[in-house]
């Protein structure tokens, strides 16, 4: 049961010095989350990845709030200002539970458009099993369905390119993350994002891993996703996925499922799209995800594309 919503304008000593507006917070599914927020109207829950944090979403935040959408992107549990779980639960079940808590506590009684990036598609995958009644919509970018990991394990070129799924497992991930003020982060947005300058928004990302704990937290999603399919313990729902569970839900080729049209209807007019923006993660475009929750990945930039999937592209 979660504990009842406590909503309040962060005191400014704990506000993150690099987040674009007011920090604000929220108790969900027993943890203080920390979010961002725009607009007034229908609400749409916008969750990062790896390594990255909510302020990726501020563009398409002002986006959705002109076009009439309360736009919240949380910080994910584990990601500083969000508090670290002291049971350190980060699976996919409790990502689940994530969600519904925070619709819950921020729409009570009401629905949420989703839409997700890399661990945020990941939580989105088991909530469309865990509490489709809370689920307006969906769009799911760059998270691999559990159903493909044992694919990944014999496909050496994917292999290769998640080799960051499997060295965060390993007991050194941490210092490695950490050494040089933290070189990889900025290693893995030119290499998943080559054209794209992420400008101070990485100093905010870094800011956001930097934070006591954080890295060890970030870590640990890894490892409890990897624990969860071999445990088969990941929500997987029926077989026909996202459909048969009644979440309208697209995919990366525009393609809206169930209702039709686009799944938040007149928030940009045709060709507002814009290009640029930072992936937290477009690896492989296309291959291997199409599994069960039919929504696949997306090619960078992921701004761009998530643009034509959530306004006008998904028809």
Known sequence: M??????A???????????????????????????LERGRGPLVLLLHGFPDNAETYVDLMEDLAAAGYRAVAPYLRGYAPTEIPEDGAFDPRTLAQDVAGLIGALEPGGRAHLVGMDWG???IQAAVVHCPELIASAVI?????PATLGRFATDPDQVRQ???FWFFQTDVAAQALAAGDLAMVSYLWRLWSPDHDPGPHLDSVRATLEAPGVLPAALAYYGALYEAAQERTFPLGPGAGADALGVRSVRSDGEARRAGGPLLPGALPPGRARGGGPL????APGRGVRARARVVRCPPPWRSVMRQLVFTGAR
Do not use: C, I, K, Q
């Open 2 to 7: 979660n504990e009842p919503a406590r909503l």
């Open 9 to 35: 304008l962060a005191d400014p000593s704990s506000a993150d010095p690099a987040a674009s507006g007011p920090v604000r917070f929220v108790v969900a599914n027993g943890l203080r989350f920390a979010y």
């Open 121 to 123: 598609g990941t939580s």
């Open 141 to 145: 970018m760059n998270a691999a369905h």
């Open 162 to 164: 998640v080799f960051h």
């Open 280 to 283: 937290a993660a477009p690896r």
